[in-house]
Nanobody
């Protein structure tokens, strides 16, 4: 089985910073693009940032210049450094990974359970 476990969410004041982590573990044969999505109350889930295995990145326009995605391939871990946070960044953040598991040998998308980020004074 494959698990994605997020950590690092919480409550922060506007202008503050948080760093989210997501570690993929289990029967992983190959790990490809990893990314972060957010879902605010009453809204659809949307992409925040993604990073390929070789380090190419993609960001939502709303977070460019404020958020930085990175990964440690040796640890199968993706990070999201969030700076200059705004109240509108408040949402549940979930990580995702495209990978092939050793059990299925089929490429699929896996998701973490999500972590709450609240930006409020």
């Amino acid at each position: 089985q494959v698990q994605l476990v997020e950590s690092g969410g919480g409550l922060v004041q506007p202008g503050g910073s948080l760093r989210l982590s997501c570690a993929a573990s289990g029967s992983i044969f190959s790990l490809y693009t990893m990314g972060w999505y957010l879902q605010a109350p009453g809204k659809q889930r949307e992409l925040v940032a993604a990073i390929t295995g070789r380090g190419d990145t993609n960001y939502a326009d709303s977070v460019k210049g404020r958020f930085t995605i990175s990964r440690d391939n040796a640890k199968n871990t993706v990070y999201l450094q969030m700076d200059s946070l705004k109240p509108e960044d408040t949402a549940v953040y979930s990580c995702t990974a495209a990978l092939i598991s050793t059990s299925t040998r089929i490429r699929g998308d896996y998701w973490g359970q999500g972590t709450q980020v609240t930006v409020s004074s």
